[in-house]
């Protein structure tokens, strides 16, 4: 039957919705500095940009506030914040014991599969994945969340 040879595991594909992907790519946006702090967010340009509806562009924008990214503001729109020394410090400060308890739930559920593709990019971002390298690349932060969220059916 062709349709055997065409079933695919369900644990190698990680759903992710339209919204989570669209708030993935604002995220890096804004954090490779394409969208500067206090800019305009066009909704429509955005929807268009990502050809989408508007509604998973504002769903989108709403979990980047949440994140403290943009600003709705009355009568302006939404807007990149600008982020002041102590709220970065803060934000960081928030996220570090969240970051370190998904690579620790992550580190639990691996595969050896998993862990190879963890390996394999460390070895093409050797720089990055010494204790000195603290801050990885977005990417390189994002290929790894990849992996593990295909391979243990869990979205870290």
Known sequence: MASDSLSLERKDIAYRSLTQIIVELIRQEIYEGTHKPGIRLNIADLAQRFQASAVPVREALRNLE??????????????????????????????????????????LLADDSALGGIEAIARVHPEEATPAGSRFPFEVNMEMAKIFDGHTGKRL
Do not use: I, W
């Not at 009568?75 to 370190?100: I, Q």
């Open 66 to 107: 949440a994140e403290g990214l943009v600003e709705f503001r009355p009568n302006r729109g939404v807007v990149v914040r600008d982020l002041s020394a102590s709220e970065v410090r803060e934000l960081f400060l928030m996220r570090l014991p969240l970051e370190l308890l998904a690579a620790t739930q992550a580190a």
